[in-house]
């Protein structure tokens, strides 16, 4: 999938806000080595490196679209590309941040484990991942056309199924390994302006396996069609303005030390 800075950031406030919530929940610590997975265009990997000046930062991210952004925003910052699945840092890690990217990978009760291993002693793995499931009208949408003709064939299997389990699922996994863990559900209401506002949300993100496989006419038609069913599953407020619901899942765990 390629990925488009500029699509992302058309609501950047609304997406950097859950990161700036998950930085406010962290706990005191004085990192030295900080690593933000899925750093994208790099916003929050700044403001990870302002806040603790001392530390090390490396920003990871498997889009060179969103690093070739990321580079012009800190010299300070190392930008690597690489991907989540297979990341293994040479030494233990005092803070992995994540804000809206585990949630593209697959098997969590593997991953969650994985990367908590990764922490140095008394390290923080902190995450926020969308909960996008097929209740959410916006994804049930996308999977009904998706399964219609004329684009059933083509987008066979493209649609990934939601990977983010429930809160509870966590919890199991990695407090026996912590000394501590929180997990929680927010629910944001975005306000959002525009013609087709949920539509350009999606465009950027879960779109992406749609607009990376269709072309052409094929892609127009199943965007207009797209469109048109999310104008009636979210239609305009009397200031013209539509809202948004939109769950995100929490998780700070601190390891022992």
Known sequence: MAWDPRQYDLFQAARTRPGHDLMAALPPLRPGRIVDLGCGSG??????????????????????????QAARADGRVVWELGDIGTWSPSDPV?????????????????????????????????VQMPVADREAPFRALLHRLAGQEPWAARLAGRLRPEAVRPPAAYHRWL?????????WTTEYLHVLDGPD????????????????????AEREAFLAAYAEGLRALYPPEADGRTLFPFRRLFIVAKARG
Do not use: K, Y
């Not at 585990?102 to 140095?120: E, N, Q, V």
């Not at 539509?199 to 269709?214: C, H, K, S």
């Open 43 to 68: 916003r929050l990997t700044v403001e990870l490196a302002e806040r603790h000046p001392g530390a090390s930062v490396v920003g990871l991210d498997s889009s060179p679209e969103m690093l070739a």
């Open 94 to 126: 005092d803070l992995i941040f994540s804000n809206a990217a585990l949630h593209w990978l697959d098997d969590h009760a593997t991953l969650f484990p994985r990367l908590f291993a990764r922490l140095a002693p008394g390290g923080v793995l902190a």
């Open 197 to 216: 506002p949920v539509l350009d949300w999606t465009r950027a993100t879960a779109l992406l396996p749609v607009t990376g496989t269709l072309d052409g």
């Open 175 to 183: 407090a026996p390994l912590a000394a501590r863990v929180d997990i």
